[in-house]
Structure formats: structure tokens, C-alpha cells
Nanobody, 116 residues
């Protein structure tokens, strides 16, 4: 059973930074892709950033230029560096790993709160 454990969330003022981590129970290159998603209260869960096993990266328009996704397979960890945070970035951030065409694994999430 694959486990994904997120950490690094917290309370930060607008303009500040946080780095989220997603630790996987096996090599991150065993997945086709990994990514970060977020869900604000009353809203759907949206993609924030993804990285493939070939290290191709994709970002939501709302975070381009502010967030950076990276990976370190020696630590089996995917990171999300978040800079210039805005109140609208407030959400629960989830890590997801995709294997094959349809198998997905999710972490339990970490809460990010950005105060104005």
C-alpha cells in the first residue's frame, strides 16, 4: 500500500513563504507523475503543480511564477515551494501520485492559511 505524507503547512502572512513536503513510501520515480492539489472551503479540489517521472512540470496559472515543484528521490519526497503567498492560496494542500493510466494515491493533506 502506497503512503503519501504531507507536511509543512501552517499559518503565514500574505507575501510570505512556505515549503510543503510529500514523503512517499517508495521511490517517487515508480509513479508516472506526482503533484500537489488544493481544496479551499466550499470549493472543488484543483491542480496546483505536477511533476512527471521525466521531470516535466506543470503549474496552474494562478501560481505560475510564485510556486515551484521539485523532487528528491533519495528522500522519496516531492516539494512545493510557495512564495509571495496570497490569502486566496488558503486551502488544504494534498499530494497525489499517479501510477499507470488510472491508479491514484492521495495523502491526507496539510492546511495552509494565509492571513491578509
Amino acid at each position: 500500500q502506497v503512503q503519501l505524507v504531507e507536511s509543512g503547512g501552517g499559518l503565514v502572512q500574505a507575501g510570505g513563504s512556505l515549503r510543503l513536503s510529500c514523503a512517499a513510501s517508495r521511490s517517487i520515480f515508480s509513479f508516472n507523475s506526482m503533484g500537489w492539489y488544493r481544496q479551499a472551503p466550499g470549493k472543488q479540489r484543483d491542480m496546483v503543480a505536477t511533476i512527471t517521472d521525466l521531470l516535466s512540470k506543470n503549474y496552474a496559472d494562478s501560481v505560475k511564477g510564485r510556486f515551484t515543484i521539485s523532487s528528491d528521490d533519495t528522500k522519496r519526497t516531492v516539494y512545493l515551494q510557495m512564495n509571495s503567498l496570497k490569502p486566496e492560496d488558503t486551502a488544504v494542500y494534498y499530494c497525489k501520485a499517479r501510477e499507470g493510466l488510472s491508479r491514484e494515491y492521495w495523502g491526507k493533506g496539510t492546511l495552509v492559511t494565509v492571513s491578509s
